[in-house]
């Protein structure tokens, strides 16, 4: 019985790192990309801006999308 052939497709990983104040928009964004197949990683951060008085948060995420990687991509669209 002949085996199929593994697929041939190629596969690249796309990295963002979304930041911004510590607020519900910030939230509605990481919310946004993992229900457009974007996958955590890592624990997020937060770091205190004295100028502005206020927490900064940041998320680290991936997706893992067809192709080759091209620094020309917009990874917000990938």
């Known amino acids: 019985m002949a085996q199929s052939p593994l697929s041939t ?4 990983t796309v990295y963002r790192y979304l930041t ?8 509605h964004r990481v919310s946004e990309a993992l229900s457009k197949g974007w996958l955590l990683y890592g624990s997020p951060t937060l770091t205190f801006d004295p100028v502005k008085g206020r927490v ?23």
């Open 9 to 12: 497709k190629k596969r690249s």
């Open 20 to 27: 911004g104040p510590d607020d519900s928009t910030f939230c």
């Open 56 to 78: 900064i948060c940041g998320q680290a995420i991936t997706k893992d999308i067809e192709g080759d990687y091209s620094p020309e991509m917009k990874l917000a669209d990938a």
